[in-house]
């Protein structure tokens, strides 16, 4: 089992664990029998994650969601709830990509992806280190509001005043915390994405803080 443990909880596809069995004859096999006895976790069709009986280590949903589709980041409620920024518990996690939507279901728990402009992508994103021992790809607490706001399906907000009482009523979003974003962020977000209206009043809330 050494050589599973090695793995530590990074999701690894097929022909990783085919290389740590290469003597075998028959190496599906094995595969077959591991996941089986609940020893690796298929979350899709090549892609594995070792059980936390091996590493006694806790899987990282946001890593898992860096694997499962991308390029992606993890974003929206997810990230915000990560940061402590919206009291809600998230029951799916939420990424953005540039590909089309896409929604999985795993072993642990739904994980949705939302599509958005390929120039808009890059902005606001960073790779959290966990432990020294992973990382993964997750909005900067301001991206991750901007994400929020333009994958809001029927979201028109034209004031300040709207956008402050959709942050307080709808999210229930840590007010305070706005006075240490960036607004730096958000003017990129601007540039490259649609509800631009929606994003000024954002910006103008957050500089109106300052």
């Keep these: ?3 599973l443990r090695n793995l530590g909880i990074i999701p690894v596809n097929t ?3 085919y290389s740590l069995y290469s003597n075998l004859n028959n190496p599906d096999k094995k595969l077959a029998e591991l996941e089986r006895k609940g020893l690796i976790i298929r979350v899709k069709r090549n892609l594995y994650v070792v059980s936390q009986k091996i590493h006694n280590q806790e899987i990282s949903s946001e890593l898992v969601a860096n694997h499962l589709y991308g390029p992606s980041y993890v974003s929206l409620e997810s990230a915000l709830s990560y940061y402590g920024l919206i009291p809600e518990r998230v ?8 590909k089309l939507h ?3 279901e795993t072993p642990f728990g739904r994980f949705e992806y939302i599509k958005i402009p390929e120039r808009y992508f890059p902005i606001g994103i960073h790779q959290e280190i966990v432990n020294n021992s992973y990382s993964f790809l997750i909005a900067m607490p301001e991206k991750a509001l901007c994400d929020k706001i333009i994958a809001s399906r029927n979201l028109k907000i034209q004031s300040v005043k709207a956008m402050r009482e959709y942050l307080e009523e709808d999210l229930r979003f840590d007010m305070p915390a706005l006075n240490s974003f960036d607004v730096g962020i958000i003017s990129r977000c601007l540039e490259f ?7 000024t009043q954002l910006l ?7």
């Design 1 to 3: 089992m050494e050589r």
């Design 193 to 199: 994405c649609r509800k631009r209206t929606e994003l």
């Design 204 to 210: 103008k809330l957050v500089q109106n803080g300052k």
């Design 102 to 104: 896409k929604q999985y």
């Design 91 to 98: 029951y799916s996690m939420y990424s953005v990509c540039v």
């Design 15 to 17: 022909d990783i664990l």
